[in-house]
């Protein structure tokens, strides 16, 4: 008896509570989560490879801009996250190594470097059954902006060069425009999944280096608040101020006007900044939530026209991690855009599109009991080639 | 190269929009604060969707939110505590104004149990979880959450104006 009358009031307080509770929409709830999620998503690495050869325009064209003039050493008011923290390690040397040096090689961040401070140390990461990171957040000082701008051009470089890391420019994150984010690929040959984010300011690269001594998957949130606290203290110690705006990327021309533009140079204009706090997809066109101009894109009056010519060939599919799949596959045209379809999907519609790539990592695909299957579609002006479906 | 995120933002909303307000009510009946359960439930969420390709596909992601929101809230309940506790002295704290008498008289009532007692009978009586349920989400015991379980009921009984408990069986 008394169970009923007590599950009665449990029951009428949730009720009422849930009523009286406030919710925020659903998207803001997504948007905060995606706000501080350091991962390889959506516009991280869009049009990476044209944005690395041509940075100085996009800071041209309306990014924040700090004084050419930026301080050659580290002050002592500057205090590093996890600084002093019990365990943790600080080396002053300013000739010490990028602990983020993807490709291995020579140090990119050597050439013009006045000063460097490393702070490195062993954090656990999980909420539950919690494994130990190695953790090493660096700053490096440069003579001139442009020195910060070539080393972390460079970093972004070999994050794209496919020598067991993959990542490049992510102007998304919510850490500034000129923000590089990679971490390795699976399978590790030593099975220590590492990631990085580097961070230019002015004349300076803030560095925050994770890796996994167990093999664990690395939480891509790790770090992401030292990184921006690292902003505000930038500004603080070094003068070094840029507020933490976000990028997205506002439509691209269609596959038909890239034909027509210098694909070096076109994407550029399309980097567009919003606030942090807000969804991009509050402040911008609802073309930005779209994956991409598509062949069924409004406006497209004719249908394209099937050509078996420029049919790519999927070369490879590989599963990187849980639900992160690499797709390969042979490019049919330097102006070539292309559309990767989930064969099986609900429905088979693209879930991607990338233009003057040959290959692509897809993020958090949902678990499947059966087989990841994928098509690529090649669009060439009016010409749409379709590749046999491969299954991983 | 390009990475793209192919997360199902429709599968979310809709489970965000049937599952927050009882994880809300959740937490607020734990920590007695509902601000504060309102940010640890978004928090949660949040950290669902970031993770949403693998959790949407749990068995019970409700579970899931419901236990990071209660973490989130606990941890910054706790910094917070000391500081209730003190004005909790000084006076009897308005839980919500909206609530009516008899919610406000269960809150109170729950406020003087413990609080791993009334999580384990807000599972129990609000969720419908076993024992056994109660004891994985909570990293407990069976015997543990059965004590909790028993322990709460013989003390909210009087401050919900009833005099005797039965036991029953909390088919574990």
Not at chain 1, 59 to 65: E, I, K, L, R, W
Not at chain 1, 100 to 117: I, K, S, V, W, Y
Not at chain 1, 264 to 276: F, I
Not at chain 2, 121 to 126: D, F, N
Request: proline content about 8%; aromatic content about 8%; hydrophobic content about 40%.
């Amino acid at each position: 008896m008394f169970d009923k009358i007590f599950s009665d009031h449990m029951t009428a307080l949730a009720d009422e509570v849930s009523s009286a509770a406030w919710l925020a929409p659903a998207a803001k709830v997504r948007a905060r989560g995606d706000r501080r999620r350091i991962q390889l998503t959506g516009a991280v690495a869009v049009g990476a490879g044209v944005l690395t050869a041509t940075t100085g325009v996009v800071m041209a064209s309306g990014g924040p801009t700090i004084g050419t003039g930026g301080p050659r050493a580290i002050p002592d008011t500057l205090v590093m996250p996890h600084e002093g923290d019990p365990r943790w390690d600080r080396d002053d040397n300013p000739r010490i190594a990028s602990v983020f040096n993807p490709c291995g090689g020579e140090d990119p961040t050597l050439a013009g470097r006045t000063d460097a401070r490393t702070v490195s140390g062993v954090v656990p990461q999980g909420d539950q059954d919690p494994v130990p990171l190695v953790v090493t957040t660096q700053l490096f000082l440069f003579r001139t902006n442009e020195a910060a701008e070539a080393a972390i051009t460079e970093l972004s470089r070999r994050s794209e060069a496919d020598c067991g890391w993959f990542g490049g420019w992510a102007p998304t994150m919510g850490l500034g425009q000129f923000v590089v984010l990679a971490r390795t690929m699976y399978p590790h040959e030593d099975h220590r999944p590492r990631m990085a984010v580097a961070v230019r300011k002015g004349n300076a690269i803030y560095v925050s280096h994770i890796e996994s001594n167990s093999g664990s998957v690395l939480d891509p949130l790790f770090e992401y608040e030292a990184a921006k606290e690292m902003n505000r203290r930038l500004c603080e110690a070094l003068g070094l101020c840029e507020p933490l705006t976000c990028y997205f990327r506002s439509p691209m021309p269609g596959p038909t006007a890239s034909l027509t533009a210098n694909p070096t140079q076109a994407p550029l204009d399309h980097w567009r900044p919003y606030p942090c706090d807000q969804n991009p997809s509050d402040v911008a066109s609802p073309d930005l939530a779209s994956p991409g101009p598509t062949p069924e894109s409004p406006g497209e009056s004719r249908p394209p026209i099937q050509n078996p010519r420029i049919a790519p060939v999927i070369t490879e599919v590989t599963r990187q991690s849980e639900g992160v799949v690499l797709l390969r596959w042979t490019s049919v045209h330097p102006d070539a855009a292309y559309f990767i379809v989930r064969v099986g999907g609900d429905p088979n519609l693209p879930i991607a599109s990338v233009y003057n790539a040959s290959f692509v990592v897809l993020t958090n695909l949902p678990p499947l009991d059966g087989s990841y299957c994928f098509q690529v579609i090649a669009d060439v002006g009016r010409e749409r080639g379709v590749s046999q479906t491969r299954c991983l | 190269m390009r990475v793209v995120d192919v997360r199902d933002s429709a599968s979310f909303d809709e489970f965000y929009a049937s599952t927050a307000r009882q994880a809300v009510a959740y937490v607020y009946a734990v920590t007695g604060d509902l601000a504060e359960a309102e940010d640890a439930v978004a928090e949660a969420y949040a950290r669902a969707w970031q993770r949403w390709a693998r959790i949407g596909a749990y068995e019970d992601p409700a579970g899931w939110v419901r236990r990071v929101a209660y973490r989130v809230a606990v941890s910054s309940w706790r910094r917070t505590r000391n500081r209730v506790l003190a004005h909790r002295r000084s006076g009897p704290v308005s839980p919500v104004p909206e609530l009516n008498p008899d919610t406000v008289a269960v809150v109170e009532a729950l406020r003087q149990i413990p609080a791993v007692q009334r999580r384990a009978i807000m599972l129990h009586y609000v969720f419908g979880l076993s024992v056994q349920e109660i004891a994985d989400e909570t990293d407990s015991s069976v015997s543990a959450v059965k004590q909790r379980l028993s322990r709460g009921r013989q003390a909210l009984a009087p401050l919900l104006g009833e005099e005797t408990v039965e036991e029953v069986d909390l088919h574990a």
